[in-house]
């Protein structure tokens, strides 16, 4: 069973890798802010379950299967802090309020959330309900391209880079609000940053 303790390690090891910060006991403590002794007990813990590669005075690395879980509660938090933070709310509580709702929040939830916050740049006049900016899709999901917006200049750029209509196109990595975006089109990944990716349009495939 996979509780909330472990969800968090995996987190935050992940996180010190994103940063590109070695993920060691001393690191991962100083992270979680917990006792080294307690990461260096839960660690080996993890190590033991699978989720992760343990070398005493070196650090850890995670397998894949704890990367997975890493990765994909980082997403959880992070969409969960953009959503509370368009509620209003103060600063103090959404950090803190993510961190507890990102242990609970299902799949599908959590994908109308974004889709619903990122939802909120102008659709094109006309565009059907169903066509959302390409920065409303998550990590894995495919697109087809609807529609290319802003100007011409951006337009020429995104058909350079063989981002044109009926194109399939698939998010490898989303950067979650901030960084660019991974996508794969017509066989090629390329990196593409958040303010030309919100102009292209695409209907979920």
Known sequence: MITESIEEYLEAIYR????????TTTSVAKELKVAPASAT???KKLAKQGYL???????VTLTPKGEKIGK?????HRVMEKFLDTLGLP???????ACELEHHIPNDLERAIHQRVEGEIP????APGDVMPLTSLLDGQKGIIFFIGGGRGASQRLADLG???????????????????MVCVRGTTLAIGRGLASRVFVREK
């Open 16 to 23: 010190l890798g994103e940063r590109e910060e070695a993920a």
């Open 41 to 43: 007990q839960m660690l």
């Open 53 to 59: 590669k343990y070398t005493p005075y070196r650090g």
């Open 72 to 76: 994909e509660i980082l997403r959880k």
């Open 91 to 97: 600063k103090s509580r959404v950090h803190r309020d």
């Open 123 to 126: 659709l094109p006049p006309g």
């Open 163 to 181: 981002l044109t209509p009926r194109t399939e196109i698939t998010v490898v990595k989303s950067a979650l609000f901030h960084g660019p975006l």
